[in-house]
């Protein structure tokens, strides 16, 4: 009987999209039901904590100077400024999934998937998110009520900027309905891992059959 272990190279699967347009739904879902194969990259921030954020499981927020040193020391994976707050990837984390055999799901924006793209291209696959039309993504911003009424107009004027950076990403969503998105997403997931060049148990167990053939 062939028994070899079919280990395979992680999956960094960054997701983009304009804000509102169903990404951290679609992340939170995917994250509960892989929760074995899948971590989730906790990204540090300068921002403020919104109401019910926790620290450490949406965000590690830490000051400019705690950003800085990071960034200074070699820390950061990657990072960007989106509305005067620093966001960022810490490497150590991210070592850390992909060594113990897990996929690292990335909640980051367009200047976080480009830099990933010059470091680890072989390891990632970028999703884009985007809204079924601008309207749709304006009452998602407004219904969620968690930000100023100026903080959602700045967000609709980078939202346009975000979304014009659709052709840098492998696939597409666009999210007319959270199910069929959430199915698609999966079904991207699915593929990626059984690219033949991340299924790295492959050749010793391909010997082992060919032995007893
Ligand atoms: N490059 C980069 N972008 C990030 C990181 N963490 C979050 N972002 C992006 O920063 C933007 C603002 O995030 P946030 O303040 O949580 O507001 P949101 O737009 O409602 O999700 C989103 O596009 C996130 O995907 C990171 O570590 N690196
Ligand atoms: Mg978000």
């Known amino acids: 009987m062939p028994n ?12 983009s999209s304009p804000s509102g347009a169903g990404k951290t739904t679609l992340a939170k879902r995917l994250l509960q039901e892989e929760a074995e194969e899948i971590r989730m990259s906790v990204s540090v921030t300068t921002r403020a904590p919104r109401p019910g954020e926790v620290d450490g499981k949406d965000y590690r927020f830490v ?4 950003f800085q040193r990071m960034r200074e020391g070699g820390a950061l994976l990657e990072w960007a400024e989106v509305f005067d707050n620093f966001y960022g990837t810490e490497r150590a984390q991210v070592e850390d999934f992909v060594n113990s055999g897990h996929d690292v799901l ?8 480009r830099q990933l793209a010059e470091t680890m291209p072989h390891d990632l696959v970028r999703v884009f998110i985007l809204p079924p039309s601008g309207g749709a993504l304006e009452q998602r911003l407004t219904s969620r009520n968690m930000d ?17 950076h659709w052709p ?10 959270v199910d069929e998105s959430y199915a698609e997403l999966k079904a991207v997931v699915t593929a990626e891992r059984l690219r033949r060049e991340r299924q790295v148990g492959l050749s010793a167990l391909v010997r082992e059959i060919e032995s007893e053939l």
């Open 63 to 66: 000051s400019k100077t705690e």
């Open 4 to 15: 070899v272990p079919l280990t395979r190279r992680g999956v960094l699967l960054v997701l």
């Open 106 to 113: 990335f909640d980051i924006d367009w200047q976080g998937a």
């Open 168 to 177: 840098e990403y492998d696939y597409v969503i666009v999210n007319h309905d």
């Open 148 to 164: 100023s009424p100026e903080v959602v107009a700045r967000r609709m004027a980078k939202a346009a900027d975000e979304i014009s």
